[in-house]
Nanobody, 124 residues
Framework: QVRLVESGGGLVQAGGSLRLSCAVSGPTFSSRTMGWFRQAPGKDREFVAAITWGGGSTYYRDSVKGRFAISRDTAKNTVYLQMSSLKPEDTAVYYC?????????????????WGQGTQVTVSS
């Protein structure tokens, strides 16, 4: 059983930065993909970024490229999402997710385990 616990959310002004962390407990196979998704009020959950646990390949949605960076520390079993140049439209609950590698890494259906979410609010 994989357990994911997010932390690091909060309130920040536009242009600021936050780093989200996702502590992973349970099996962390090299074939796993770790993802970050977000959900704003009244909107569907959307893909933000993903990283393969073994090789460290990274993937991003277009609107966060150049501003967000996903990384993982295999020794600490932790995944990070460094967010910079934050915009009000980045406001959402951010979720960490774990799944097996798939070409559909951007799909929530690819992930079988989810954290409880952490709120990120960006004020203008």
């Amino acid at each position: 059983q994989v357990r994911l616990v997010e932390s690091g959310g909060g309130l920040v002004q536009a242009g600021g930065s936050l780093r989200l962390s996702c502590a992973v407990s349970g099996p962390t196979f090299s074939s796993r993909t770790m993802g970050w998704f977000r959900q704003a009020p009244g909107k569907d959950r959307e893909f933000v970024a993903a990283i393969t646990w073994g090789g460290g390949s990274t993937y991003y949605r277009d609107s966060v490229k150049g501003r967000f960076a996903i990384s993982r520390d295999t020794a600490k079993n932790t995944v990070y999402l460094q967010m910079s140049s934050l915009k009000p439209e980045d406001t959402a609950v951010y979720y960490c997710a774990a799944g097996y590698y798939s070409s559909t890494y951007y799909s929530a259906g690819n992930y079988g385990y989810w954290g409880q979410g952490t709120q990120v609010t960006v004020s203008s």
